[in-house]
């Protein structure tokens, strides 16, 4: 690499960003635009990482209903620390979902509510949010709703910024969160949203996967049981006592400097293993892909050992089917997005790999997975033409309002903070009120690469920087990839219930350091 880029890398590592951007505005975005994505700063792991495609890929187990009568389905789930062998011959603490990373999986069906009593023994207060859900504001998890562990009264300290929020609803010990799951089949995610530490908390394990289904989606014929595989990606670094190193500030929210754009692991875990194998028929798979990272993203690649490129083809986004199937040879994902991809293995050679890669890594993260292909096998899945007919089809000029938000750098609480509309993140003010069932277009403004999240809603990407959107922006997705310097513009309909609600940045450091705003639905 050139030095000029290397220098220029470094200064959008990104402290630096902050003087960069705010000194030379959108002229820098629009030279930003042209450079591969790059925010974060990558921490080294102390301890020795084993060789890649050693480690099975695990699946998380499917948590059992407490109970299944009167029409709902009702979990528990224990928050606790747990201890975990991610590296071979490394204890690893964590804190988990019922003692695992990935936490449990739940399993549900379209319209058929679900409630989780989650019971809180961590050292620390939680929230959580399931990513995704069209869920009540009451169990959508704002930051400031927590969940204290039994024995603490005082919330205040926990708060950040001595910040007080008259709304907040704490409890202590259990909390009963309820999902209707009247949605759109999915693959959605829950993991911790604590006010200022849900990066943290979601890097040392509060993550887990939760499936939506239907009986239109199950009637297919997709590849279904051992041939769809949730595949969990997540970032981490391994301090030399075997944790998960964090460059946390010691007494307040945020990272160190190094590390304000973001923090980046240099192991891969999918599924909360290093590099994984996976045993494979060759056969059709239909991979149910979660970028978990705080702050990584990836461009994956099927590549077979002679060096094809296999067709990723894409069935659904992050709030479920496409209309018809997208063929993808590269697929980019930002942290909290989903892809359902089709990839079929039946032209590899028997005993060869198929390796998952991210072309942007480097060294050991350019890899990510591999499937070693087994054995011969009969294959009876397909995948139709026609997908789903319920997408909505907003047009521009069912938009009663057009809002413009730009997420950039800049300074907050006398530090280094990142914005939305020049503003950090205050529970108290109110940012964006819509009527219940209007349609707005939102367009989205970056400086550096920024993955929006709206609670609640799916929308859909209308155009980026005045062009299309792009073939892996099909669907109704809940997270937008911005790219620097992009304005990204998103069209939706603010249904299902009233209540405050969030929009943020899913990058999760940025997340912490202000990137989050209210969304009040009246
Ligand atoms: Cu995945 Cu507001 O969250
Ligand atoms: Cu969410
Ligand atoms: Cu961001």
Redesign the pocket.
Known sequence: MRERDMTRRRVLGIGGALGLMTATGLSASAALARRPSFTGAELRSAVPLPPPFQVPLPIPSVLAPVSASGGADRYAITQREASAEILPGVRTPLWTYDGTFPGPTIESRRGRPVTVTHRNELPVPTVV?L?GGRTPAASDGYPTDLLLPDGRQETAMHMGHGMHDPRAVVTTLTRDYTFPLDQRPTLLWY?D?RMDFTAPAIWRGLAGLHIVRDDAEDGLGLPAGPRELPLMIADRAFAADGSLAYPALRDRPGVTDPYLGGVLGDVILVNGAPWPEHEADAARYRLRVLNASNARHYELEAVTDDGRRLDLVQVGADQGLLAAPVTHRVLPIAP?ERYDVIVDFSGVAIGSRVRVVNRLGSGRTRDVMAFRIARAAADGSRVPRTLSADLPAWRRSDAVRVREFAFRTGRMNGGHGWLIGGLPFDPGRSDVTVGLGEVEVWRLVADVHHPV?L?LVGFRVLSRSGRPPLPHDAGLKDTVSLRPGESVEIITRFDGYRGRY?F?C?NAEHEDMGMMANLEII
């Open positions: 949010h990513h993991h949203h909290a999240h609670h969030l943020h899913h």
